[in-house]
């Protein structure tokens, strides 16, 4: 994992606005799509466990499951995520990446910007079509790609739905 990712992470998902930090979404999404690209990690690995952290955050979110529930399932599930890498089914960087944001994750709005977070990664990993190299359609991270322009509702409130979800409360 990236230093610069490491360090925005342990001060945690808001900057000191209370908003959610940009590069969560974009930058650092971008830099860690790539780095399990060429760790060999499918985007079909990195969903099955996505689909997790998104049931956790949805049954937060409804209370059905108390966060303290989620929190522990979520180690749970890096329990997981260090089998599979003993197993060579799942790179040390996937798990590295679970295991800091796991560490990161302290309240129910850290629960749902981490799915976020990890939603963009799994987006900014093209799925691998027959005859069809996944690295052809990787993203590059420059500004040229229209991936790091401002202004995309990231940071602030959600375009076109009004809720101030992006912010920290």
């Excluded at 000191?16 to 930090?21: L, Y």
């Excluded at 996505?50 to 209370?63: A, G, H, P, S, W």
């Excluded at 976020?116 to 040229?144: D, L, V, W």
Aim: glycine share 8%.
């Amino acid at each position: 994992m990236d230093a610069a990712y490491l360090n925005d992470l342990k001060d945690g998902y808001f900057a000191q606005d209370g908003f959610v930090k940009e590069s969560f979404m974009c930058s650092h999404s971008i830099a860690i799509a790539n780095e399990f690209l060429n760790s060999g990690i499918s985007n079909k690995q990195i969903r099955s466990f996505f689909n997790k952290v998104n049931q956790y955050d949805i049954l937060t979110r409804q209370n059905v499951m108390h966060f303290r529930e989620a929190r522990a399932n979520l180690l749970w599930l890096l329990s997981v995520a260090v089998d599979k890498q003993q197993k060579d089914h799942v790179p040390g960087c996937f798990k590295t990446f679970l295991e800091k944001n796991i560490d990161a994750i302290q309240t129910e709005k850290d629960l749902a910007i981490f799915k976020e977070h990890f939603e963009t990664i799994c987006n900014y990993m093209p799925e691998k079509k027959e005859g069809n190299q996944a690295s052809q359609n990787r993203p590059q991270g420059n500004s040229q790609n229209g991936y790091n322009k401002t202004g995309n509702g990231y940071g602030g409130t959600r375009q076109g739905n009004g809720n101030n979800f992006w912010k920290n409360h």
